[in-house]
């Protein structure tokens, strides 16, 4: 009877659960498929019709306008690409090695050193300073390493690292050390493969940071060899903008293609964007449980 | 042993972190010679070309705002060869996105970065004015006379008031293809003016066009008789209609009247026109002639590409009275052109220039230019060499555009494309092309119509005046967060200004409108003295 119940409840329960996490998974993924639809959708069914879940009128004419609009949107992939992969591997590797540094008890000079990390959260010179230095003492103005560079430490990772690093127990390293480890070897041969979980996180925030960078495109890059996927498709949206409200631009672009693409480009805009970088969160995912169980055995 | 390992990683980290400044530091400037020498054999190569012994061209930089355009290279390379020869130049025009223009631009003043040429304006976060008191462009007032005479000569001494400061040119302007002048008035749907048997051509005012949307709104379910809008509001964003020009920011308070000698500053929420408005339009709205949500919309383009609009506010210049046979080409804005929808057109005022338009649209000179001298003949240059601006402007003959007859072309698809950005740059004008969509007799008539008012239309009696806004910043402030709660539900006829018109005048004193009334007066009656007015 007892054991009935009990398993009435969890059938319940179970129903509640999955039904809780279907209803969040829909909330979630159905304005993704709208804007999927969306950018499929001719835009002047769009403004007749209103928005649909399929499209009323399929058409690729918000794909097209995007990809012959302006200058190769494939080369500010192959751009986006190279500063993401390069600059998320070096600033894991910058960031790990500094929070490493700075977790350890027999660094002297660690908590000033932090202290000089740390204090950057609260205060920054700001836009203008930054411009200055990047551009007149840096001279990094129109190069591919500024995309990188600017990105490079992040004070909240070394943070966040800092904190995992001193989690670790102390008698891992030291034991390392009598068994004749030197201090780069530890480092690379134990103290990251334990850290999987924290470059993972950290791994996922930086490429994403990477990947959706704009500004510093805007502020520094003149090349339009150099120009990044979001610097490019950013600049793509205001410059629709700035054709719809000048009358005589949006009257000639309609003669050849029809009704400027405005909604829909946007969307499909936004469909590249998401681009490849969906494709981190599986991969990293991987990383997130065995972080998770490695701890578990662990405690 | 032990000690000595305490060390290393953070001796580790301070390497590190030096190795990548100087990697910084160091690449940059490869990167910065790189170009630059091969430029140097560019130069020289084609100085060999060209047979000229003299200097080797120097390179002006010009930033504009636009977005990426495709085939640029090929296009400067051969705007290029043009510039050179007539002035031993070449040009590098950089394109900055819409968005971040601004932005960009007041941060290169501000570190003191080198530009050569720069277009700028008094709109937006452009701070034209701004800028050229804090001596961020240089006076060319001398080399514009020197090296820009036609340029100069073409555009009346009027309007080159609107640009000084203190006395002074400090940017070109570019005489925008649709001039100065302009009046104020309404666009009616064409069907529907015809079908009401209503007789557009005698309004004058707000009121007159009553009648109108009326019997659009009994006639003609699911459409929007009247578009209000808070992005062109109908009382603060044209002061004109209402014989008066605004000082500084439209919605701001203190306007003063044209034809008023005195100059006085008054706020314009105290008139008996705000108040006339505020009636009109509370009596549109509840008879349903403005859409229940317009105070809060924020994008109007819909409705009319929807073709749901049937009347809405214009700046008809010339009008459909003053020149009938634009009306093969009136269409409603934005409405779909396949669908023809055709409209009348009726200004209520004369032409006028206001203040701020001579500002529209300036090239200004970077006050750290290596050559201002040549950037000013390169101004001269875009303004005045048809075969340039072209090329600029709508890329190279048979590649880019096919022509269909003398004046005219047609833009052939997915090639150079400026984005009709040319009006950044300068102007040819008298010869321009058209694309295949205009009439080019109706519109060569409509601008001679154009020109030949900015000679003769009323100027603005605060022209050349700046005001700066500096002393009444936090009344500026509070000011506008207070015009945002009440503005635009009071001028879209949305609550009953029985109700709340009192309260938000005092609402307006609280937050110092006066004052910043007085400062206007002041700095107005200071710049009259200075000026012999």
Not at chain 2, 214 to 234: H, R, T
Request: contains cysteine; proline residues 5%; aromatic residues 12%.
């Amino acid at each position: 009877m007892g054991q009935l119940k009990m398993k009435r409840e969890g059938l319940f329960s179970k129903l509640a659960i999955n039904l809780m996490f279907i209803v969040y998974c829909a909330m979630c993924l159905i304005p993704v498929l709208l804007v999927l639809s969306i950018s499929l959708t001719n835009e002047k069914s769009l403004l007749t019709d209103g928005y649909h879940l399929i499209p009323k009128e399929f058409s690729l004419i918000g794909y097209q306008y995007v990809f012959s609009g302006t200058t190769s949107i494939l080369n500010a992939y192959k751009i986006t690409m190279i500063v993401t992969a390069v600059g998320s591997f070096l600033h894991l590797l910058v960031t790990s090695l500094m929070s490493y540094a700075i977790s350890r008890n027999e660094v002297r000079y660690r908590n000033q050193v932090s202290f000089l990390v740390f204090f950057t959260i609260l205060f920054n010179g700001g836009l203008a300073p930054y411009y200055i230095l990047i551009t007149k003492y840096l001279h990094l103005k129109d190069t591919l390493l500024v995309l990188i560079i600017v990105l490079l430490v992040s004070p909240v990772h070394v943070l966040i690292m800092r904190n995992f690093f001193k989690a670790l127990p102390d008698s891992i390293i030291e034991s390392a050390r009598i068994d004749g480890s030197g201090e780069f070897n530890t480092f690379f041969r134990i103290v990251l493969p334990l850290s999987t979980p924290v470059l993972a996180t950290i791994g996922l925030f930086i490429s994403i940071a990477y990947w959706n960078d704009w500004f510093t495109s805007a502020l520094f890059i003149e090349n339009n060899k150099l120009y990044t996927l979001q610097y490019l498709l950013q600049a793509l949206m205001s410059n629709i903008q700035y054709l719809l409200s000048n009358e005589q631009a949006s009257r000639a672009i309609e003669k050849s293609i029809g009704m400027l693409p405005g909604e829909s480009a946007r969307m499909a805009a936004c469909v590249l964007s998401i681009g490849p970088i969906i494709l981190m969160y599986p991969v990293l995912q991987r990383y997130f449980v065995k972080g998770l169980t490695l701890g578990a055995v662990k405690a | 042993m032990l000690h000595r390992s305490k060390y290393i990683p953070s001796v580790i980290a301070y390497i590190l972190i030096l190795a990548l400044t100087l990697v910084g530091c160091g690449t940059s400037s490869d990167s910065g010679n790189t170009p630059s020498t091969s430029e140097n054999q560019n130069q020289t190569k084609t100085t060999q070309e060209t047979a000229k012994p003299n200097d080797p061209p120097v390179e002006l930089t010009f930033y504009i705002a636009n977005a990426p355009v495709k085939d640029m290279d090929r296009i400067m390379d051969a705007a290029n060869k043009i510039i050179k020869e007539k002035i031993n130049a070449t040009l590098k025009l950089v394109v900055t996105d819409w968005s971040a223009y601004p932005q960009k631009m007041n941060l290169m003043i501000s570190s003191g970065e080198p530009f050569d040429l720069a277009f700028t304006g008094s709109w937006g976060e452009l701070n034209y004015f701004q800028n050229a008191s804090k001596g961020a462009y240089l006076d060319i007032t001398d080399l514009l006379d020197k090296y820009a005479p036609v340029t100069k000569s073409r555009v009346p001494e009027s309007i080159w008031q609107g640009v000084k400061v203190n006395g002074k040119i400090y940017g070109s302007i570019n005489y925008q293809v649709w001039g100065m002048a302009g009046a104020k008035g309404v666009q009616l749907r064409k069907d529907f003016a015809d079908k009401y048997n209503f007789d557009w051509k005698s309004i004058k005012n707000w009121n007159d066009l009553t009648p109108f949307l009326d019997a659009v709104k009994k006639g003609e379910p699911g459409i929007i008789p009247w578009e209000y809008s808070n992005q062109a509001d109908n009382f603060a964003d044209m002061p004109l209609i209402y014989g008066m020009d605004s000082v500084g920011d439209n919605k701001i308070p203190g306007w003063i009247r044209i034809n008023d000698k005195d100059v006085k500053v008054f706020n314009q929420y105290e008139t008996e026109e705000y108040k006339d408005y505020l009636k009109t339009f509370r009596n549109w709205y509840v008879n349903g002639y403005i859409k229940k949500d317009a105070a809060t919309m924020k994008d109007y383009l819909p409705d009319r590409k929807a073709k749901r609009i049937a009347a809405l506010y214009a700046n008809p210049y010339p009008d459909l009275v003053d020149m009938p046979e634009l009306g093969v080409q009136s269409f409603m804005s934005q409405a779909p052109p396949e669908d023809k929808v055709y409209s009348y057109s009726k200004r209520f005022t004369e032409p006028f220039i206001p203040a701020n338009s001579p500002s529209t649209a300036i090239v200004a000179v970077g006050a750290n230019s290596k050559h201002p001298e040549k950037a000013v003949q390169l101004i001269e240059l875009l303004n005045t060499d048809d075969s340039l601006f072209h090329l600029l402007a709508f890329g190279e003959e048979g590649k880019d555009y096919k022509k269909i007859s003398d004046k005219q072309i047609e833009m052939i698809k997915d090639m150079y494309n400026f984005n009709w950005s040319e009006w950044e740059i300068g102007q040819s004008y008298g010869r321009m092309l058209w694309d295949q969509n205009a009439n080019v007799e109706l519109s060569e008539k409509m601008l001679s119509m154009i020109y030949e008012a900015d000679k003769t239309a009323a100027v603005s009696p605060v022209m050349g005046f700046v005001f700066n806004s500096e002393p009444v910043k936090t009344q500026i402030a509070n000011v506008d967060a207070t015009l945002k709660e009440y503005l635009y539900t009071l001028d879209s006829g949305s609550v009953d200004p029985d109700k709340y018109y009192t309260e938000f005048l005092n609402k307006l004193k609280k937050a110092g409108a006066d004052d910043i009334i007085a400062e206007k007066q002041k700095q107005i009656d200071e710049w009259k003295k200075a000026n012999g007015k």
